[in-house]
């Protein structure tokens, strides 16, 4: 369908579980309303100014925010700071469509809250009321971020609905990570804060930690101390023991997105597809494990379904058949040969930079090779798993040529970045069709395959470059351009061999020496002496043209070697081409000194007795003989 409106989702950490569960509701509301979904995003977001990171950033450069009807803004998503305020900044700057932030609350956008408030004060209830705690302690997030605070009030408002005193010590800020799990447990084992009867904490990953850390240190979980966590993540069912967290309604987020933004392009309000209420996952650290079996097993089910794709992954020697590949047409075909192990593709396309590989580009400028180019080549297209090798040139600000064709049923196109370091090599787009599913961290291992291959490959040819240049230089003569003795070696040699098998085919060895060049050196220097030697070799690099060699062989002399159906006529005519040369310059040149040679030809068929050195010492022979004679015609 053409027309169909189009939304970018500007995301981090795709493969993540919580990032799954918002893409879920903005996919399957998306496509009720038929609109296509774009998800750009990096596949990491932790680090600030590493040169992996930034090169992870650039995936934000690419959009073209002109052809997108609006966005979606997960700022929830990103670990990274720098990297937000990157992503706001471009928004600000270029796109003036409606922007739809996902647990943000910022002026500039419309923001989609969820309630975590009343889901901590759930989470902290259920302690209190079922297992009859009264001294739990706060973990929280970070002092003055929106997320700790309203789950800290959560945590107020239960423990003082419950008439319980909240001691100072009670409350401790956090970071949403592990670090302020660990201090915490280890506070307690070494009695600085007395051991409280359960920790409430702002996530699972700080409430495994703890958890973890208080088992390690000799406590009982939840014997001497209940934990609990929040966002119901998919590692706090598999931690040992399963620890008792919140589900929040983040699939509901995802669809309240698409409904606000859908609102603000039609002034329409449609209905959801569906509804995600949060609830509580009681498990093993409060004691509340008995009604968590049936979900341990699904998940256990769901784990080894995903370990075989990741053993199939990490079985199959991917890196190093692409790094083998000797051609980049070669590259390509291996990639498209490898797409089976991401599961459920229907849709890949690789997008190159122009001239992503080009040797000039190896110099320390960031930007000669830092960011995408105004041209792309779409290298390798496959849609509905109908996979084809192309380059097919097309606008950056097109995106990907198939994101314009018409199409029944909208689609979501994940973009993700190639690059090595901070080098811009292209991106990649993929899609499941109509599956709501998201990439996991099979591709991500995936996609850094073709990171490596591609740099690779981009260094191998710039050494395979540099080593031309060498051998280039080894044998060619600096003076003339002709080739030098190495040359000579180097290529004779198969002439010799293919004058050897075969039939009718004469060698040719023309033996040269320039005459008095020792005068013209001591008599008018050595730049003169240069440049006698090359109107000779210039006489010679011109006079044949059956891909003869011509070599400078010493400081005054030179070898041409040659395979061909020679005849008399042939000898004679470069003979004469050879002297006439060097008697026009002769006579137009000006100079003091007249350029001359003497000639040794040798022209004949070889047999399996004759050997290359003895034939060059014949004409080499011949050459001294005309040398010789030539002396005594000119002394007559």
């Not at 509701?25 to 990171?53: H, R, W």
């Not at 979900?295 to 992954?313: A, G, H, M, V, Y």
């Not at 070599?551 to 040659?562: N, P, Q, S, Y």
Request: charged residues 25%; negative net charge.
């Amino acid at each position: 369908m053409k027309n169909r409106k189009r939304i970018a989702v500007l995301m981090a950490g795709v493969v993540h579980s919580y990032q799954h569960l918002f893409l879920k509701g903005i996919l399957s509301q998306a496509k009720a309303l038929n609109y296509d979904v774009c998800i750009f995003s990096p596949f990491m977001s932790y680090e600030n100014e590493t040169d992996y990171q930034l090169g992870e950033n650039q995936i934000f450069d690419l959009i073209d925010y002109d052809i997108f009807d609006g966005v979606i803004y997960a700022p929830c998503s990103f670990t990274n700071d720098h990297i937000r305020q990157k992503v706001e900044e471009r928004l600000d700057k270029l796109y003036q469509s409606p922007v739809v932030a996902l647990e943000y609350d910022d002026p500039r956008y419309a923001c989609i809250m969820v309630d975590d408030v009343s889901g901590f004060e759930q989470l902290v209830s259920h302690l209190i009321e079922q297992h009859h705690l009264k001294k739990i302690i706060c973990l929280t997030g970070y002092k003055d971020n929106m997320q700790a605070e309203m789950r800290l009030q959560g945590y107020r408002n239960a423990m003082q609905s419950h008439e319980l005193e909240i001691p100072e010590e009670y409350v401790i800020y956090g970071d949403f990570w592990k670090a302020a799990a660990l201090q915490l447990a280890e506070d307690i084992a070494e009695s600085r804060i007395e051991k409280p009867e359960a920790v409430v904490c702002c996530c699972d990953t700080s409430a495994i930690a703890l958890c973890n850390k208080l088992v390690e240190l000799g406590f009982r979980v939840p014997e001497d101390i209940v934990v609990a966590g929040y966002d119901a993540g998919k590692d706090a069912s598999e931690n040992v023991p399963s620890v008792t967290t919140y589900s929040r309604p983040i699939v509901d987020m995802g669809v309240n997105g698409v409904l606000r933004l859908h609102e603000l392009l039609t002034g329409e309000q449609a209905e959801p597809v569906t509804r995600d209420s949060g609830y509580l996952v009681p498990a093993e650290s409060c004691g509340c494990g008995g009604n968590f079996t049936q979900r341990f097993r699904e998940r256990q089910k769901e784990i080894c379904e995903n370990e075989d794709l990741r053993q199939q992954f990490e079985n199959i020697p991917m890196a190093e058949r692409l790094n083998s590949m000797p051609t980049l047409k070669a590259l390509f075909d291996k990639i498209l040969d490898h797409l089976y192990l991401v599961h459920d593709l229907c849709d890949f396309y690789l997008c190159m930079c122009d001239h992503w590989d080009d040797l000039s580009k190896n110099s320390g400028i960031l930007e000669d090779y830092n960011h995408y180019t105004e041209k792309m080549h779409l290298r390798i297209s496959c849609t509905d798993n109908r996979g084809e090798v192309k380059d097919e040139i097309f606008p950056l600000s097109d995106l990907l040529p198939i994101l314009h064709a018409d199409r029944q049923q909208p689609r979501a196109y994940y973009f993700t970045p190639l690059h090595f370091n901070e080098r811009c090599l292209g991106y990649t787009v993929i899609s499941y069709g109509e599956r709501f599913k998201c990439y996991d961290s099979v591709y991500h291992n995936w996609t850094r395959n073709l990171n490596n291959a591609f740099e690779f490959m981009r260094v191998k040819n710039n050494f395979s470059s540099i080593n031309q240049r060498l051998f280039k230089d080894s044998v060619r003569d600096s003076l003339t351009g002709i080739y030098n003795r190495n040359g000579y070696q180097h290529y004779s040699e198969k002439i010799f061999a293919k004058a050897q098998t075969s039939e009718h085919k004469k060698l040719l060895l023309l033996a040269v020496d320039l005459d008095g060049l020792k005068v013209i050196n001591d008599t008018y220097g050595h730049l003169e002496g240069d440049n006698a030697i090359s109107v000779v070799a210039n006489a010679l690099n011109t006079c044949f043209s059956l891909n003869e060699i011509c070599a400078r062989t010493g400081g005054d002399e030179f070898l041409v070697i040659g395979c061909d159906d020679y005849n008399e006529q042939d000898l004679q005519e470069y003979q004469q081409y050879i002297l006439d040369f060097l008697e026009q310059y002769n006579a137009e040149s000006g100079k003091p000194y007249p350029v001359e040679v003497s000639l040794g030809f040798l022209c004949q068929e070889i047999t399996q007795n004759d050997s290359l050195q003895n034939l060059a010492d014949e004409a080499d022979s011949r050459m001294y003989a005309n040398k010789i004679r030539r002396k005594k015609q000119r002394t007559a």
